[in-house]
């Protein structure tokens, strides 16, 4: 029963494919149309493309081109091709700017750009590309259907540059560059005051203070040992509850002003 019903399926699945080839190869315009339609309803995509293709060559120009485009452009995104589904639906607005799907296409296109958008962990132009595109459709329609969709991939978009901010402050700590490490996060901070692991970044931004004081040239110790704790203060200040860190932290600030003591005393001295 089981290799009948198999045999039945496969007959079926052939004939449906060789169907799809011939109206592919030797079909009249109409019955392409319905034959890519019908592969779209099903979302098969792979072989609703070519003929839309084909159609779009034929109705160039044409009222009907309209329909035949819109449905390309879905094609080329439902198949994950962000970056042509971008361009295919941003061509659409600016050829058909009296459609019904004017705002629709307005908005994939941003939620293309979106699409394309690398993992935070990547190089994040496309993010930024894409958080400008989607506040650009919203300026155009801010009464949007789509506006709430809108801000959610927006806070997705602003997460990863947020996460990609920290990873780069923390890299530049494990590379032991300090001034990077304090400028980059401290501008995390000041560009995601939301962040969740900020006692973490306060207190690595005291801790790179200390071991750029501690490391530094002669002539800048004293100031930047001064650096520290001011770095301690506001670590202290922010974060009352971080008990680990602020013993830590205290540990820091201990050091410091026992180095700092005893460069001041080396110095009098000579």
Known sequence: MRNTLFYILFVVVLASCSEYSKVLKNGTTQTKWAMADTMYNKKDYVRALPLYEELLDVYRGKPESEAIYFKYCYSNYYLGQFELAAFHFSNFVENYYNSKHLEECSFMYAKC?????????????????????????????????YKEECNTLLESLRKNLMYKSYKNGMLYFKMGD???????????????????????????????TYLLAKHSVLEKKEARY????????????????ADKLQKEAAEINEKAKLELANFQKLNNNQ
């Open 113 to 145: 750009i979106y699409g394309d958008a690398l993992d935070p962990e990547l190089d994040q132009t496309n993010t930024s590309k894409a958080i400008v595109e989607i506040q650009n459709f919203l300026n155009n329609y801010p009464f949007s259907s």
């Open 178 to 208: 300090y001034t990077a490490t304090i400028v980059s996060l401290k501008n995390t901070l000041k560009d995601f005051p939301d962040v969740p692991n900020k006692s973490e970044i306060e207190f690595t931004i005291l801790k790179s």
């Open 226 to 241: 001064k650096d520290v704790f001011d770095a301690y203060n506001t670590f202290i200040r922010n974060n009352p509850g």
